[in-house]
C-alpha cells in the first residue's frame, strides 16, 4: 500500500466518509472503471479495506495501547495487560471485519456472532468479505481472521 490514507492517491474523487466502506469503494471503482471481479478491482479493494482498518485502529501491532483500544471497542475490557492476553482474547471474538471497519465509518456498533459458524453464514449472505491477504499481513486483522469459506 503506498500510502496509509488510500484515498489520496485519488484527488478527484469525492469521498463520502460517513458511508459504508463497500459502497465508498464501488462508488470508487464505477469512477476509476474497474470491473467488479478483476485483479485490479480485487487489489485496490484489499488496499483500501487495510488503508481503513488502518486509518481506524493502527497500524503498528508492537503496541500494547493499540491491542487495547481495539478489546475495548470490541467490548473485551480495559485491564488486559499485554498483547498477548489481548491476542488471546481476540480469538474468541467472532466480528465480520468489513463491519468492523464500518463501525467507524458510519456510527454502528458491530455485531458479535456466537461462533464461527454463524459468523460465516452472515458473512456469505453480506458477501462482505475482507481480502485474506489484507488481513493476513496486519497483525490486528490477523487476531481476528477466520476462515469462512
Known amino acids: 500500500m503506498e500510502s ?25 471503482a464505477r469512477q476509476m472503471k474497474w470491473k467488479r471481479g478483476s485483479k485490479k478491482y480485487k487489489h485496490e479493494r484489499s488496499d483500501f479495506l487495510a488503508s481503513e482498518f488502518n486509518i481506524h485502529y ?7 495501547e493499540n491491542w487495547q483500544r ?6 473485551i475490557g480495559q ?13 474468541k471474538v467472532h466480528v465480520n471485519l468489513v463491519d468492523l471497519v464500518d463501525t467507524r465509518r458510519t456510527g454502528e456498533s458491530v455485531e458479535h456472532f456466537p461462533n464461527v459458524s454463524a459468523l460465516r453464514k452472515y458473512t456469505k ?13 496486519d497483525g490486528f486483522l490477523k487476531a481476528l481472521l477466520r476462515v469462512i469459506i
Open 4 to 28: 496509509p490514507d488510500y484515498f489520496l492517491r485519488f484527488p478527484h474523487f469525492q469521498r463520502k466518509p460517513a458511508l459504508p466502506s463497500n459502497d465508498e469503494f464501488n462508488r470508487l
Open 58 to 64: 493502527g497500524s503498528d501491532a508492537t503496541k500494547l
Open 70 to 75: 481495539l478489546c475495548i471497542e470490541l467490548d
Open 79 to 91: 485491564a488486559i495487560g499485554s498483547i498477548t492476553k489481548c491476542r488471546k482474547a481476540l480469538a
Open 125 to 137: 449472505e453480506t458477501k462482505k468479505v475482507f481480502p485474506k491477504s489484507a488481513a493476513k499481513a
